[in-house]
DNA sequence: ACCTGAACACCGTTCAAGT
DNA sequence: ACCTGAACACCGTTCAAGT
């Protein structure tokens, strides 16, 4: 019906003037699925799914993506684009760690099903990288020393990406901290007191209250903390 | 062919002595799915192969169980009755929070697929009780405020947690560490001076070494960090 | 009350066949 | 080279039918 003409091969016309298919290239698989990912959550970014989204069969999609794995990290690395790393100027380093940490806390929670996704891919694309490289500048402008601050990357990732998780969960299901709420909440003095005690304390706080607690928590223990308590890990010398 | 004798229901015993069927309770399920959890991971652990594993058919589950995200949070928390949450005596407060948060990190790792189920379930049984009363005990002891501990109990829990999953990962499939190492190892110094500086440091270290550091960086912060910086969170008051 | 087989609506992945 | 339908080997869950 259409002439394929590769230099319209990206906008192929109809006779009407109606788009009659979308060209299958990497970038619109990735960017559907990101799509799909954030509306629908991760179980709705099937390749069957991101296929039928795209008028094509899932086996079309095996051509640009070697399989659901890959998907998901360049999935991941595309949403990794949109956190802040560039911050504003003459901003403190505090603020500016609690700024690019904050964006990509607010990424994971915006979409649907990223945090989870985050929780099971190892982030490993270009805005990973850059992501990464913010963190360490700002350790290193803190006076964290480089070692330390590059474990201290690794945690401070691994947290938010943890709690973003947790708290997407939450509104995801009929109330999933129901159960826990339940249990805390109507748990036995005698069996369990320190819990009965703290039971209100142990369900309040919001999601952004206690991501900044725990944020100073962390910071806290990354400027005190050195790296090593035995300072040789593999040698047998011991009590320098 | 057996006559059901209600008593003799647990040992059911054919002819010729040979066991004819395990008869099906909850616990057994339970059982036995934690078995192929922890011999062969999380995927291995559905509802149709924990049936066939005893015998029978996926339908006849739903007599004992709700569903698999019921099964999931059951088989939790019998693998969490595992963690050496009572330690022994004269042992200072450091080394007994070590204990038990070791403890919870070997049985996670321990079992295959343990530390992924519990990433995306919400431990809410009476073996979690019994853990979370036996850090806030510990943290009591330590001199934690009362509503500090509640919030450090969940940081400590969903760090552990979250350590355990990444370090199983890379066990698993064909080196999930390696396009982390690959890209890290080969990022360009121009664009990320950073990582390419520190690109050993992020990748060394085990898990147990890794662990015992962000250990003691959180307890430096839990010891140090109150729980509001402006206290008031919902008040409009403002600089008390 | 408990168990079962079959069915329903999904998956990821492969492959022979088309253009 | 790219696309496709059909097939393969799986899922969780439901349900009518058996005992």
């Known amino acids: 019906v259409t002439e394929r003409n590769p230099f319209e091969a990206r906008t192929v016309v109809g006779r009407r003037g109606g788009r009659v298919k979308a060209p299958l290239t990497?970038?619109?698989?990735?960017?559907?699925?990101?799509?799909?990912l954030a509306r629908d959550g991760l179980d709705a970014m099937s390749l069957r799914n991101v296929a039928k989204a795209l008028d094509t069969g899932a086996a079309s999609l095996y051509v640009y993506v070697d399989d659901l794995q890959q998907l998901q990290a360049l999935v991941l690395d595309r949403a990794l684009g949109k956190v802040a790393t560039k911050a504003v100027r003459n901003k403190s380093w505090e603020e500016r760690l609690t700024g690019v940490l904050g964006s990509y806390y607010q990424v994971l929670t915006q979409h649907r099903g990223?945090?989870?996704?985050?929780?099971?891919?190892?982030?490993?694309?270009?805005?990973?990288?850059?992501?990464?490289?913010?963190?360490?500048?700002?350790?290193?402008?803190?006076?964290?020393?480089?070692?330390?601050?590059?474990?201290a990357v690794d945690l401070l990732i691994l947290y938010v990406t943890a709690i973003a998780f947790e708290q997407t969960q939450r509104g995801d299901k009929a109330d999933p901290l129901a159960p826990v709420a339940r249990a805390v909440g109507t748990v036995s003095e005698s069996t369990h007191p320190r819990i009965h005690r703290v039971r209100e304390a142990l369900l309040s706080g919001d999601g952004k209250t206690r991501f900044?607690?725990?944020?100073?928590?962390?910071?806290?223990?990354?400027?005190?903390?050195?790296?090593?308590?035995?300072?040789?890990?593999?040698?047998?010398?011991?009590?320098?």
């Open 26 to 36: 990497r970038d619109a698989i990735v960017a559907k699925a990101l799509e799909l």
């Open 114 to 151: 990223l945090a989870q996704l985050a929780m099971g891919t190892i982030a490993a694309g270009p805005n990973a990288l850059d992501f990464m490289e913010a963190l360490l500048e700002i350790l290193a402008e803190a006076g964290v020393e480089e070692s330390v601050a590059a474990w």
């Open 212 to 240: 900044s607690w725990a944020l100073r928590v962390m910071l806290e223990g990354i400027l005190r903390v050195p790296i090593a308590p035995s300072r040789f890990t593999h040698s047998g010398k011991k009590k320098s």
